[in-house]
């Protein structure tokens, strides 16, 4: 009897913890207030100089001024790589409207360039030791968790945080925004 109800109490706790994960993946990006921590946390996203697939030094600072979509993503990760097509498909419909992606792979090189050629990533990939995760952490994603994509407006704010994946529909709708104003 008592197995039976402590087997019970498992499987009600993790439909619990599934239901609240579930909840919490599905809820819409958010945009935080803006604070001295989170400011102090785009600068240093901003000042991140990383390498690209070919090793050159991409410094984030090149694309000030932009609405810039940063994505934090892995190969091993199988919600990233569901959505890099779309941000891909994204990113060449917002090309020509001050919109740029960058992709921040916490992998290794060679793994980033394969993935890159065989699915013909439309925008920059740059590659970020797992140290880097850290600062997602002080950009809202507290459990440090991939995917999770920031929009930064054009004066450098945040315009949406996402952790999980974020669907082509959600991206276009926010990116079609930028394209008004």
């Known amino acids: ?15 619990a913890a599934g239901a609240a994960g579930l909840y919490t993946a599905r809820q819409s990006p958010s ?9 102090a ?5 901003m000042a991140l100089d990383l390498p690209d697939t070919t090793g050159k030094p991409q410094p984030l600072a090149q694309w000030q001024g932009k609405v810039l ?11 990233c790589r569901k959505e890099i097509p779309a941000f891909s498909a994204m990113s060449q419909k917002y090309a020509d409207k001050g919109v740029q992606f960058v992709g921040i792979s916490i992998d290794t090189p060679k793994n980033v360039v394969d993935f890159q050629v065989a699915q013909k990533v439309a925008y920059p990939l740059v590659i970020a030791s797992p140290s880097v995760v850290s ?5 809202g994603n507290a459990s440090q968790g991939l995917p999770f994509t920031l929009i930064l407006d054009r004066k450098g704010g945040i315009s949406l945080v996402k952790l999980g994946t974020l669907s082509e529909e959600e991206l276009d709708r926010k990116l079609a925004d930028f394209s008004k104003s």
């Open 1 to 15: 009897m008592k197995r039976g109800f402590n087997f019970l109490l498992v499987v009600i706790v993790a439909f």
């Open 31 to 39: 945009q935080p207030a803006p604070t001295p921590a989170l400011n």
């Open 41 to 45: 946390a785009v600068a240093k996203l």
């Open 69 to 79: 979509v940063v994505n934090f993503w892995a190969t091993w990760c199988p919600p």
């Open 135 to 139: 600062l997602t952490e002080e950009l």
